[in-house]
C-alpha cells in the first residue's frame, strides 16, 4: 500500500476493536495506538477512574486533546478507539474511518465467553447497567454507520478474519 494512511476503528464498546488492532499489526506494516491507552498514560489512572473521579466530560475533553495530536502527528498507524471516540469533531481528518458492527446482544455474548470476562465488563463503566448500554447502544450504531468509510461485520468472525477483511476494504478505500 502506498499511500498508507491512518486506519481508525470505531464501534460500540466490547466489539472487538482491541483484538482486531492487534491482529492488523501482525499482518500489516501499521503500528497500533490505542485513544484510552492514551488517555490513561496522560492522566495516570484508569479509564474507569477518570469517570469516577472527573466525570464523563472532563473525559470527553482529554479526548478530544488526544483527536487534535492524532490528527496533527500520527501518520500510517491503526487507531482503535474508545466506545465513545467517534464523537470528536476531526475524526475524518485523522484516517480511514472502519466501523467494527454486531448487534449489541452479540457484543455482551461475545464479553461474557472471554476468559477475562468479568475484568472486562468491569473496565467497561457504561456496561454496567445493561438496559442503558442497550439504549446507548441504540443511539450510537446509526452515528457510527453515518461516519464510517467501511463498515465490517465482525458477528462470528475471527480476529484475523476480521484483519483480511479490513485490509482489502481500506486498500481500495484509499
Known amino acids: 500500500m502506498d499511500t498508507m494512511k491512518n486506519i481508525v476503528l470505531i464501534g460500540f464498546m466490547g466489539v472487538g476493536k482491541g483484538s482486531v488492532a492487534r491482529e492488523i499489526v501482525k499482518h500489516s506494516s501499521y503500528i497500533a495506538l490505542d485513544t484510552d491507552d492514551l488517555i490513561e498514560s496522560m492522566e495516570n489512572k484508569k479509564v474507569k477512574k477518570i469517570f469516577s473521579q472527573n466525570g464523563e466530560e472532563y473525559f470527553r475533553k482529554i479526548e478530544k486533546s488526544v483527536a487534535e495530536w492524532l490528527e496533527k502527528s500520527v501518520k500510517n498507524t491503526l487507531i482503535s478507539t474508545g466506545g465513545g471516540f467517534y464523537k470528536v469533531k476531526n475524526l475524518k481528518k485523522i ?33 454496567s447497567d445493561m438496559k442503558a448500554a442497550k439504549q446507548l447502544y441504540k443511539q450510537r450504531r446509526p452515528e457510527y454507520l453515518s461516519l464510517a468509510d467501511v463498515v465490517i461485520d465482525v458477528t462470528d468472525k475471527t480476529a484475523l478474519e476480521c484483519t483480511k477483511e479490513i485490509l482489502k476494504k481500506v486498500k481500495k478505500h484509499v
Do not use: Y
Open 95 to 127: 484516517g480511514t474511518i472502519v466501523l467494527l458492527d454486531s448487534p449489541f446482544e452479540k457484543i455482551i455474548e461475545r464479553i461474557q465467553k472471554h476468559p477475562n470476562a468479568v475484568a472486562k465488563l468491569k473496565k467497561r463503566p457504561l456496561l
